[in-house]
């Protein structure tokens, strides 16, 4: 990365309040919510009030709280037994409205497909001492249970049976009777009754774990060792969400907050940042995503004939991933499965040798980018834990030398908020950057500058939270009033808030006003900003695909064949 | 008759270690698979191993021929290098791994599996007495 | 080929259990365990008549894992069949012995399933892509190609 000094030696003073400076358009377009004006009115912050958050997160108490309600809302409803109801949540993704409607209209069909049973398919057995219909010994009749069915087993069976399933996975919460010609759901009431504390408790979680996976409305937060969930309630574009837990990730595909960058990019760029590790090799070599709900998958047991776990029961084919159902004619088979064996073809280690040259063409212009983004993160590592610091420690010190309640301190850790939020948006920048179509010359210029233009603010304010502040807490007089201070953080704060959500809202819209005017007008720009484009590549294009250099005249990528992109 | 449980009997244990074997095995860098599709008792098999980092085996693939006989696992296969390579558990003129020279082997149990001989012998291969030895040149044959 | 074989089998979670393999009531198929290990099983099926197989003696291996009964049985063929379910080391694609498996399921039934699996081929779930293949196109060259195997290595010793 550039040094320091390169940033903090961009015009001081003029850029936040200019009038013509790139980013000022991408307000107008937005249809006028913000009044798109970067002067100190703002720092009161009183567009927060009219954000309100389009999503909740829940505690575990919340989340137990929420399937309890719904489960008894249910169950009331349809006069069926707790256990009942929540079985058939289980299998209507926990939603009240869709059980109402299926089963109002059609409830044999419902209670078959579910297997609830109105009455036993067969007489519980009167024999003093039945036959366990799985160890075939004769136990007595309180040493017998069996579900809605009749259907006899010993409760050691039972025991076993039923851990076996608990501990194979969340497929427990659809147990089954063991006859194998019956489909009788088994209750967590009979769970409950027969396993041990252990199995109970783990039933219990795979139960409220189904509730948030399964659950449209519902995901986990991803962040380390959180164990909260987020509801997430549509309606809104904007699928930043921020955990309880200070974490804040994409609703859409879960990975850390990415705006302006999309889910697509996001996805391509984690992957690519795994190639380099060995990790990825690992994975690769043990696991393949579900084809259908792309969960990874672990081929431990069996043929070919990959079944995915409960929801998603998808029958694929390990080799080649194609649907197990239309297998028959269009594939080579079993273990020669056409696709697999055409891959297997051109060989593993020529695949290894193909992504080895491919990285090594590409590996200068992916570092630049990579380490841009890399810093960023750690930078806004880093921010957060003087964050932490400045809120146990400081803050209290901070207050008691000037005299000022913490709760009008709050501009401080409104400051810091911001270096964190900021952080993470550039080091999306980066990824941004790296997928920027390389012949747009014109919209690779105005991001090369808007970019630079960002990390100058952000240094600014970065230095204003970090090291003026310094000066309050020292034993030497300050060099201004703190009332003086007070402003300008706060002032650098809103102004680079502005600037910020401009700026992701302009590379969201893809740099789409950019024309000829817009370049022109910041044709100075180029010259030594922060902001770090890679431009030595003038004379050749980026597959998209593989991200090879190719010579500009080739309309196909030398090297996976795929055509340019429509530049 | 014992009292412990049976162990698992030669032909599934096998099968078990081709289902291991196809599902892909750690980072990659040992697998094997079986010679002779065709062959209902499983005995020919073969192994390939990626030269370990910080040795003069790094990056080389080699081949290996691994014999399950009758009484495997109770003994263990008989295992010799296809590739060409220098290691001082290996014969110079056969490629053959020396039991008596290599511990796995050596002190078998019934446990151990094929991909721990491969995962040893990579080992093996890092192993100070053998990184450093000079090899015959990649692609040629025992 | 009828006979009863009564078994003692230390199962899990029961110290000692009687364990009943019920083979005698299944005609054409008997199951005897082997002499080292009590939980291997050397199997024999007839080939079901009005089917290809018929009149071959197929050998079967069992083995009964340790979590069985909850877990099912192992079985592969250990005689050449040309099945589009079996494939060539004798791997048997049969729902109940995979995700379908139940611990009321015995020895028994899982033999008899199959049995009437040789009896009723079904190449729409295929393990042996290639034979499935030669099944659909035609049926009736397949089905002599599965007589002629069972001459070939089915035909007892």
Redesign the interface.
Known sequence: MDSEDDMHDANDDDYYYSSDTAVEYSDEDDGGDDDGDYGCDHIEDSDESNRQPNYIALKEADIRQHQENEITTLSTVLSVSRADASILLRHHRWSVINVHEVWYADEEGVRKAVGLLESPVVQFPNAQEPTCGICFESSPLDGISSAACGHPFCDECWRAYMSTSINGGPGCLMLRCPDPSCGAAIGQDMIDRLVSEEDKERYARYLVRSYIEDNPKTKWCPGPGCEYAVEFFVGNENCDVSCLCSHGFCWNCTEEAHRPVDCGTVAKWIMKNNAESENTDWLLANSKPCPKCKRPIEKNNGCMHMTCTYPCKFGFCWLCLGAWSDHGERTGGFYACNGYEAAKQEGVYDEAERRRERAKMSVERYTHYYERWATNHSSRQKAIADLHQMQTVNLKELSVKQSQPETKLEFVMKAWLQIVECRRVLKWTYAYGYYLPEPEHAKRQLFEYLQGEAEAGLERLHQCAEKDLQAYLGPEPPPTDFNDFRSKLAGLTSVTRTYFENLVRALENGLSDVDSQATAKIGQAGKGKGGGGYSDYHGSWTCDQCTYFNTISLPTCEMCLQPRHNA | MSFSFPSVPRNFRLLEELERGEKGIGDGTVSYGMDDGDDIYMRSWTGTIIGPHNSVHEGRIYQLKLFCDKDYPEKPPSVRFHSRVNMTCVNHETGVVEPKKFGILANWQREYTMEDILTQLKKEMAAPHNRKLVQPPEGTYF | MVFIVRYVV?????PV????LCVGTAPGISASP?EE????FNVMILGPSQSPYEGGVFKL?L?L???Y???AP?V?F?T?IYHPNI?????I?LD?L???W????QIR?VLLSIQALLSAPN????????V??HW?TNEAEAVETAKEWTQLYASGT
């Open positions: 230390r199962l899990k979670p029961k259990g009687d364990f009943l082997s290990n009590m939980r291997y291996e083995f894992p340790e979590e009964p909850m877990a192992k592969r250990l050449k494939d060539k080391l004798g791997r694609c109940i995979k995700d379908k139940s611990p009321a399921l039934t190449p729409d779930d295929p393990l042996s892509e290639n499935a293949k659909k």
